[in-house]
């Protein structure tokens, strides 16, 4: 059974840095597109970031240069390195991993999230 | 970046009737959308790829079309359980953008 467990998710202040990790089963990371998508509260789905099978990543514009996305692969999880961190950056985070459908996301975590207040 | 634009943004229904729900991009996107129902306090749920592609699981009453520009989700005949939100996104190319959202309420 795939399963995607997200932690890390906490209260932290403007400007500072977080680390989100996603831990993954029933399937390998680094052989799939994983991804992290947003959802600021009471707001829609904001795509963050991914990364291919293949190592390469991309970034929404809103996270360009502050957030890195990376996996290890020995221990089957997805991270997402969040430093700089802003008051609109407040949202649960989701990942989300592209398994057996084509170009979508069919597998997704609980969601942890994350509070930037000064 | 490709906007995804969706209406309504919220409805009203009743159990039974047929609902659709609309999505544009701002550019042609081929087949490359996707359709997501997000239930309050939870994940979303994959129910429609590539356009019309039935995710599996996923009851026949959800069924989707398009292509290009214009796309649409339909319930045929809307159950309790389809009251949440919907939203579309774009796999054509990266930033891989969702549409706005669609909340189905009760009538």
Redesign the interface.
């Given at each position: 059974e795939v399963q995607l467990v997200e932690s890390g998710g906490g209260l932290v202040q403007t400007g500072g840095s977080l680390r989100l990790s996603c831990a993954a089963s029933g399937f390998t990371v680094s052989s799939n597109y994983m991804?992290w998508?947003r959802q600021a509260p009471g707001k829609?789905?904001?795509?963050v970031s991914?990364i291919y099978s293949g190592g390469r990543t991309?970034?929404?514009?809103s996270v360009k240069g502050r957030f890195t996305i990376s996996r290890d692969n020995s221990k089957n999880t997805l991270y997402l390195h969040m430093t700089s961190l802003r008051a609109e950056d407040t949202a649960v985070y989701?990942c989300?991993a592209l398994i057996?459908?084509?170009?979508?996301?069919?597998s997704?975590?609980?969601?942890t999230l994350v509070t930037v207040s000064s | 970046d490709i906007q995804m634009t969706q209406s309504p943004s919220s409805l009203s229904a009743s159990v039974g009737d047929r609902v659709t729900i609309i999505c544009r991009a701002s550019q042609s996107i081929s087949n490359y959308l996707n359709w997501y129902q997000q239930m309050p306090g939870k994940a979303p749920k994959l129910l429609i790829y590539a356009a019309s592609s039935l995710q599996s699981g996923v009851p026949s009453r959800f069924s989707g079309s398009g292509s290009g520009t214009d796309f649409t989700l339909t319930i045929s005949s809307l159950q309790p359980e389809d009251f949440a939100t919907y939203y579309c996104q774009q796999s054509y190319s990266t930033p891989r953008t969702f549409g706005g959202g669609t909340k189905v309420e009760i009538k």
């Open positions: 991804s998508v829609g789905l904001e795509w991914a991309y970034y929404g514009d989701y989300a057996a459908a084509v170009a979508a996301l069919d997704w975590g609980q969601g | -």
